[in-house]
């Protein structure tokens, strides 16, 4: 799997998550995102993945009171 990931996140950014099949894609993606809600109210992620599971897996590793925060967008 390969990440580019310079600096941290802001307002704007896209991170794309490529790579084979059970490498923890998902996961990265999850803690990513939990860091980056957790850091200010405000913040507003969008996750677009290709399986339903995927963002169902997402959204239920998020407190529940962050999940107004997360998008997940599933393409099946």
């Not at 059970?22 to 999850?30: D, E, L, M």
Request: positive net charge; aromatic residues 4%; hydrophobic residues 40%.
């Amino acid at each position: 799997m390969r990440i580019d990931l310079a600096r941290p996140m802001a307002k704007g950014n896209l991170i794309i998550f490529k790579g084979e099949r059970n490498q923890g894609k998902t996961s990265v993606a999850a803690s990513t995102i939990k860091q980056f809600i957790k850091e200010a109210p405000e913040n507003r992620v969008v996750y677009v993945g290709i399986h339903k599971q995927h963002g169902e897996k997402l959204l239920n590793s998020i407190e529940a009171g962050q999940r107004n925060q997360v998008l997940a967008l599933t393409i099946d």
